[in-house]
């Protein structure tokens, strides 16, 4: 094919690479750009095997994507260390998240080419594998880092630390040194659990969404007792008493600061108080204008949460397929090891898939009033003079007046 880059700047004596380095000059053509003599080389089956070549190149493939993943990953989090995003910043992210969505998404259907490789033909080089195992994927496991997998929900690896068996040396470090350090700096979750602590309306002297959210629920309890009063069937009635106790105590754990600590401190939530209030306000008001990317990106962030459990579930399926129950290569339990790991210990952004439990029928959510419109739409007061232009129709939630 053509040389997509014959015609660019960066073909040119002045703006070529080998020019700025002080050699001599080359022209850039598509293999030497890519490396693709280069890239070659690299499958070096150990045997004769014919299927051996499919399995290194998949397996290269997908350490590519990795590398990837991880170079968009890092670029949202050097976003989110800022204490203001803007808008602009916020449309690169929600990009960049959908980018690697679709990346994830090319890795669970790349499964399908391993699994045209029947369990026989696998056996034929399986044993020239030695030791190797997919766990030493050093770059999954700083991908899995980076995005916010903690530690001590890791399935042990043989019992031991996983993070003993990366004994190999690049430039920048042994790979032990390198997952060490994506453990103890801020994961893509840390970063933005506390911008989602700063989400705007969540200010007591502002919209105060948290203190609006409770007065819409008991307003809702509210109406639900009315009906159960009306129900005159006993045994409906008592079904429905037993549902609202239900509802209460579900809500009550959010709305009470020291259980909703009790279960982070047990692992079952892992968002602080202020980011679960800053998370479920943008959901509320995911239609403002305001809050159009940022429920983007949180949806986007549960998309690569589905999609990797996904992945992991295909890896399952395939293992199984392949060894049945033996012992995987690396010497762990193969297929049960990898059972173990979906599920949602395996989930970065869990909580935010738990918020539908906390979500209120549209006509009890608290409305906005003219100043909060004004925060979040950037409306002038002549922009929105008619204050019934700002009223919900339905429902009116005294408290939000």
């Known amino acids: 094919m053509a040389c997509p880059f014959q015609d660019m700047a960066i073909c040119s004596r002045e703006n070529s690479p080998s020019h700025n380095r002080g050699q001599a000059d080359e022209e850039v053509t598509y293999g030497s750009y890519l490396k693709v003599s280069d890239l070659l080389k690299c499958q070096m089956p150990l045997s004769d095997v014919h299927d051996e070549h499919l399995f290194i190149v998949v397996h290269q493939v997908y350490e590519l994507w990795f590398k990837q993943i991880i170079h968009e990953i890092e670029s949202i989090r050097r976003i989110f260390t800022d204490t203001k995003i803007d808008d602009r910043s916020m449309l690169v992210v929600v990009s960049r998240v959908d980018r690697v969505g679709k990346i994830v ?26 030791s190797s195992s997919g766990f030493q994927s050093m770059q999954f496991r700083l991908l899995e880092n980076k995005l916010g997998v903690k530690k001590e929900n890791r399935i042990k690896y043989n019992n031991e ?67 159960l009063e009306a129900e005159l069937d006993i045994e409906a009635r008592k079904q429905m008493q037993l549902e609202l106790k239900k509802l209460q105590d579900t809500f009550d754990v959010i709305f009470n600061k020291e259980k909703y600590e009790i279960l982070r401190y ?49 890896h399952v399926m395939l293992v199984q397929r392949q060894l049945g129950s033996k012992v995987g290569t690396g010497g762990t339990s193969g297929y049960q090891y990898l ?62 007046n």
């Open 266 to 314: 047990r692992g079952d939530r892992r968002l602080t108080w202020g980011a679960l209030q800053g998370a479920l306000l943008i959901f509320f008001y995911r239609e403002e204008v305001l809050f159009h990317q940022p429920f983007q990106f949180l949806s986007g962030l549960m998309d690569i949460d589905s999609l990797l459990t996904k992945w992991r579930y295909n």
């Open 105 to 130: 998404k090319i890795l669970v259907d790349q499964m399908m080419v391993l699994e045209t490789m029947t369990p026989l033909d696998f056996m034929e080089f399986r044993g020239k594998l030695a």
């Open 161 to 227: 630390d996983y993070k003993k068996i990366f004994k190999e040396v690049e430039q920048s470090g042994t790979y032990h040194e390198l997952i060490l350090k994506s453990e103890l700096e801020p994961s893509l979750f840390d970063l933005v659990e506390t911008w989602l602590e700063r989400t705007p309306g969540l200010e007591q002297n502002g919209f105060n969404f948290w203190e609006k959210f409770q007065a819409a629920f008991s307003c809702w309890v509210k109406d639900c007792q009315m009906d």
């Open 339 to 400: 059972r173990s790991t979906v599920s949602d210990r395996y989930k970065v952004f869990l909580d935010l898939f738990n918020l539908s439990t906390y979500l209120i029928p549209r006509k009890y959510v608290p409305k906005l009033d003219l100043a909060a419109r004004q925060q979040f739409d950037s409306f002038t007061a002549s922009q929105c003079s008619d204050v019934n232009m700002c009223e919900d129709i339905g429902h009116t939630v005294e408290a939000t």
